[in-house]
């Protein structure tokens, strides 16, 4: 049971990625720049997360704590907005499904490639022939649901 609600949040997760996509989409319609869509849409973030550190009881992490952290840690803010740009810049062109589709193939397949063989930190999780036929009938997929 504990495993089915955590596959629901997960699911939950993704329908908040399409989503935000589509409302950041609307706003760089409706200011006419995909960069000052994807800075408010960051700021939102920022302030939900804020929210988040204080209703938890979150305390602030040591200097000591912070100086171990690994320096690729610190670069996950600029992945995530490469991913808000590039998905606000793409999603008018590709459309919500095609661009969407582009976007789970890519998290799949760098996933599977990222387990394999352990990056960041990660216990390695070798590709075995069912997450490589996944990954195919994912790309597929991709083939299937463009416009």
């Known amino acids: 049971m504990q495993h089915f609600f955590l596959y629901l949040l997960a699911l939950g997760a ?19 720049s995909p960069a000052w869509a994807g800075l408010i849409s960051y700021a939102g973030g920022l302030i939900t997360m804020i929210v988040a550190v204080i209703a938890l009881g979150e305390r602030v992490p040591s200097w000591k704590t912070m100086v171990d952290v690994p320096w690729y840690a ?30 789970i193939a890519g998290q799949v397949l760098a996933a599977v490639t990222l387990d394999h063989f352990g990056a960041f930190g990660l216990t390695p999780h070798p590709v075995s022939a069912a997450r490589f036929a996944g990954a195919v009938l994912l790309i597929a997929g991709v083939v299937l649901i463009r416009d």
Do not use: D, E, H, K
Request: zero cysteines; hydrophobic letters at 60%.
């Open 74 to 103: 610190w670069s996950g803010g600029v992945f995530g907005a490469a991913f808000i740009l590039l998905a606000i810049l793409l999603l008018p062109s590709l459309g919500a499904a095609t661009l969407f589709a582009l976007v």
């Open 14 to 32: 993704g329908v908040s990625v399409a989503t935000q996509q589509v409302l950041n989409g609307s706003l760089r319609t409706a200011l006419g």
